[in-house]
Every structure is written in structure tokens, then in C-alpha cells.
Nanobody
Framework: QLQPVESGGGSVQAGGSMRLSCAVS???????MGWFRQAPGKEREGVAM????????????AESVKDRFTISHDKTDNSKTVYLQMDDLKVEDTAVYYC???????????????????WGRGTQVTVSS
């Protein structure tokens, strides 16, 4: 079992930007990588997913972050990294952000947690007004 490792969280003012990174090391047949978040008192929700298709990566975003967040990735022979570039951040984006990876990725386009096999421990993102 491979645990993704997030980095890049912190505090920022509304309207600012932040970039999260997530590394998955070791041999992995990871086919999708993405980000979920959980705000205090709320359920965990999907933010963005990337499916590594044969004809190129495919992406899906939650409506609340579309046009503000961008998911991307790169890879070496033995590791993959997924990024979440967050622009024009809003107070309501405050949450713990979790990196996640999957193998069969069922429901990835709908940002379903069922697509996920491995979770990171999370990184806090705080947006202040």
C-alpha cells in the first residue's frame, strides 16, 4: 500500500494563490490522482481528479473550484507527483486537503471517494478575509 504525501499547505488571504503537491513513491499502477477536502463540520468532498489515460490526462473539477483550481502531474520511472494550483482563493476553500490515488478509479469523473484506494494524511489550507 502506497501512502501519498502532501506538502504546501498553509495560510493565505482571500484572493491569493497556493500550490499543493503530493508525491507517490515506489512502484504503482496508479491510474488516477486527485484532491479531496474536508472543512470543519462538513463531509469530505472531491475537489479535482486527474485520470491518466492512454491518450493523455483527463481532468474533472468540482463546480465550486472550476476556473480557479488546476490539477496537473508529472512522473519519473518510480514516482508520480500531483499538483493542485489554487488561485483566487476564497474563505470557503478553508479545509484540510487530502491527496488521493486510485487503481480502478471507478467514478473518478464524478469525484467519488469510491475511486480512491490510498489517502494522504492531509494538509491544512486556511484562507482568511
Amino acid at each position: 500500500q502506497l501512502q501519498p504525501v502532501e506538502s504546501g499547505g498553509g495560510s493565505v488571504q482571500a484572493g491569493g494563490s497556493m500550490r499543493l503537491s503530493c508525491a507517490v513513491s515506489g512502484y504503482a499502477s496508479t491510474n488516477c490522482m486527485g484532491w479531496f477536502r474536508q472543512a470543519p463540520g462538513k463531509e469530505r468532498e472531491g475537489v479535482a481528479m486527474l485520470f491518466i489515460a492512454r491518450d493523455g490526462p483527463k481532468r474533472a473539477y468540482a463546480e465550486s473550484v472550476k476556473d480557479r483550481f488546476t490539477i496537473s502531474h508529472d512522473k519519473t520511472d518510480n514516482s508520480k507527483t500531483v499538483y493542485l494550483q489554487m488561485d483566487d482563493l476564497k474563505v470557503e476553500d478553508t479545509a484540510v486537503y487530502y491527496c488521493a490515488t486510485g487503481y480502478t478509479c471507478m467514478g473518478w469523473r464524478l469525484l467519488r471517494q469510491a475511486a480512491i484506494d490510498d489517502w494522504g494524511r492531509g494538509t491544512q489550507v486556511t484562507v482568511s478575509s
